[in-house]
Nanobody, 125 residues
Framework: VQLQASGGGLVQAGGSLRLSCAASGRTFSNYHMAWFRQTPGKEREFVAA????????YYADSAKGRFTISRDVAKNTVYLQMSSLKPEDTAVYFC???????????????????WGRGTQVTVSS
């Protein structure tokens, strides 16, 4: 499984960005796909996840109402639309895949087997 994240950048507070995660190497129908983020010296933090089959979504409290996770089945791509960005959203964002999609979504990064390289998101005040 390969995950390729893209779409990060520098944006002003209040702005928007859309991250993409192109997935390949497997059929993902039984997967959960998730976004995590990490800042220096801190643990990787759950942001949002989606069940590939059915599209059920889950969000961290910090993301609810501002971020939207979605997937394009035809393109094997997961998106994270981020709006009303705040300086505290600054982090490296990672996409991840959990092949145990028939059990509950996990918010612990140790539950994910596959990771893409991160993409930097910087929100200026």
């Amino acid at each position: 499984v390969q995950l390729q994240a893209s779409g990060g950048g520098l944006v002003q507070a209040g702005g928007s960005l859309r991250l993409s995660c192109a997935a390949s190497g497997r059929t993902f129908s039984n997967y959960h796909m998730a976004w995590f983020r990490q800042t220096p010296g801190k643990e990787r933090e759950f942001v949002a996840a989606i069940r590939w089959s059915g599209g059920i979504t889950y969000y961290a409290d910090s993301a609810k109402g501002r971020f939207t996770i979605s997937r394009d089945v035809a393109k094997n791509t997961v998106y994270l639309q981020m709006s009303s960005l705040k300086p505290e959203d600054t982090a490296v964002y990672f996409c991840a895949a959990d092949p145990r999609g028939m059990i509950a979504i996990r918010r612990d990064p140790r539950g994910y087997d596959y990771w893409g390289r991160g993409t930097q998101v910087t929100v200026s005040s």
